[in-house]
């Protein structure tokens, strides 16, 4: 994880919490804004200590649909007993992001981190769409008769959908991080010098 302060950890979380709200299943959002959801674990491994902050944010996402499908009028299409396979599905961007986060500890402001990055993201989200998009196939008793090549049909048609809803906040957050770490260094070297 990055190391940010108590303040830090705290304007990041909650700076989290809100883009999820904001874009959780297009539930709150008046901006048709593609879903955070991804990156909000993601990002949470990389920047967040807290081990906490995992369930606290799943809570959050189930409030988010819960209240979504029962004072919004949203369909409960997705909800199945299915649902919480997003436990590890949200959990493998989680973990990707800390393994990330541990790996390039000494080198995130480094151009070589944005590869170990794009593969962290991509090997994360494809173990996310494993359990979210294969267990909600598989297992919600809504397909009649699910086969793999179904499921395959499924994985090339929705994961690079969310793959590039995913890489759109993360790569926005790297430049935000990048810019900030930047500016970070700037400021502490010219106190340095004065």
């Given at each position: 994880m990055l190391n940010l302060s108590s303040r830090g950890q705290l304007i990041v979380g909650v700076a989290l919490a809100l883009l999820m709200a904001m874009t959780r299943g297009h539930h709150f959002a008046t901006l048709n804004l593609p879903?955070?959801?991804?990156?909000?674990?993601?990002?949470?491994?990389?920047?967040?200590?807290?081990?906490?902050?995992?369930?606290?944010?799943?809570?959050?996402?189930?409030?988010?649909?819960?209240?979504?499908?029962?004072?919004?009028?949203?369909?409960?299409?997705?909800?199945?007993?299915?649902?919480?396979?997003?436990?590890?599905?949200?959990?493998?961007?989680?973990?990707?992001?800390?393994?990330?986060?541990?790996?390039?500890?000494?080198?995130?402001?480094?151009?070589?981190?944005?590869?170990?990055?794009?593969?962290?993201?991509?090997?994360?989200?494809?173990?996310?769409?494993?359990?979210?998009?294969?267990?909600?196939?598989?297992?919600?008793?809504r397909y009649a008769e699910p086969t793999f090549a179904g499921f395959v049909q499924r994985l090339i048609t929705y994961y690079p959908r969310n793959l590039a809803g995913l890489a759109l906040y993360v790569g926005l957050a790297a430049l935000l991080y990048s810019g900030f770490a930047t500016r970070l260094k700037t400021l502490w070297v010219q106190d340095a010098r004065e």
């Open positions: 879903s955070s959801s991804w990156a909000v674990f993601f990002l949470a491994g990389v920047l967040l200590r807290p081990r906490w902050a995992f369930p606290a944010l799943f809570l959050e996402a189930s409030l988010l649909d819960f209240a979504a499908i029962g004072w919004m009028g949203v369909s409960d299409w997705c909800l199945s007993p299915a649902y919480w396979l997003l436990v590890p599905a949200y959990g493998s961007l989680w973990l990707g992001g800390r393994i990330f986060a541990a790996l390039q500890r000494d080198s995130l402001d480094k151009l070589d981190s944005l590869a170990g990055l794009s593969l962290a993201v991509v090997c994360s989200a494809f173990v996310c769409y494993l359990f979210s998009g294969g267990g909600f196939y598989f297992f919600s008793g």
